[in-house]
C-alpha cells in the first residue's frame, strides 16, 4: 500500500511540474510575441515590404548604440474642420466612421486636373449638428488626422471641391 502512495504522489508531482514548464513557455512565447509585435528589432530605418523579415545586424556593422531601441518620433494628431461640397453625404457620417477625402476640381474642363485623394482612410471624430456649418456651399466635418495631412486637408478645401467615401 506504501508503495501505490508514493508512486502517485510522484505522478501528481510530475504533473505539476509539466504544469509550470508548459505555463512558463506560454509565457515566455507571450513575451516573445509582444517584443515582436511592438518592433523591438526593427529600428525604421529602411522600408521592405509586409512580412519581410529584417536583414540580420552583425555586431562589426553595429553602431554600439544599436542594443539601445531607438526612439522613433510620433506624429502629432489634430483635430481638422473639413467642409465636404454635399452635405447630405456628411449627414450619413457618424464619429468613428473612416473616410477618404478626395479633392476635385471646382469646374469641370477638359485641362482641368483628376480627382485626387488627400486623406485616406482617416477617422471622423464629430459631425456638427444639422444647422451647424451647413451652408449652400456644403457642411462641416471633424477629421481626427496626422498634422501633416491636416495642412494639405486645408490647402485642398481651399481650391477644390471635398467629397468623401466610406473605408
Do not use: N, Y
Amino acid at each position: 500500500m506504501k508503495v501505490r502512495s508514493s508512486a502517485l504522489r510522484l505522478q501528481r508531482a510530475l504533473r505539476r511540474q509539466r504544469r509550470f514548464m508548459a505555463a512558463g513557455l506560454a509565457v515566455t512565447a507571450a513575451a516573445v510575441a509582444a517584443s515582436a509585435a511592438h518592433g523591438a528589432d526593427d529600428t525604421g530605418s529602411e522600408t521592405r515590404a509586409p512580412g519581410t523579415p529584417p536583414p540580420p545586424v552583425s555586431s562589426a556593422s553595429a553602431p554600439p548604440s544599436a542594443s539601445v531601441r531607438e526612439r522613433r518620433p510620433t506624429e502629432q494628431w489634430v483635430s481638422a474642420p473639413v467642409r465636404i461640397a454635399d452635405a447630405a453625404t456628411v449627414r450619413l457620417l457618424r464619429p468613428g466612421d473612416r473616410v477618404d477625402v478626395i479633392a476635385a476640381a471646382e469646374s469641370v474642363t477638359d485641362d482641368a486636373p483628376p480627382a485626387e485623394i488627400v486623406a485616406s482612410c482617416v477617422r471622423v471624430a464629430d459631425v456638427p449638428e444639422e444647422g451647424e456649418g451647413a451652408t449652400e456651399a456644403g457642411a462641416l466635418v471633424v477629421l481626427s488626422v496626422p498634422r501633416t495631412t491636416a495642412a494639405a486637408l486645408a490647402g485642398a478645401g481651399a481650391t477644390s471641391r471635398l467629397a468623401v467615401t466610406v473605408c
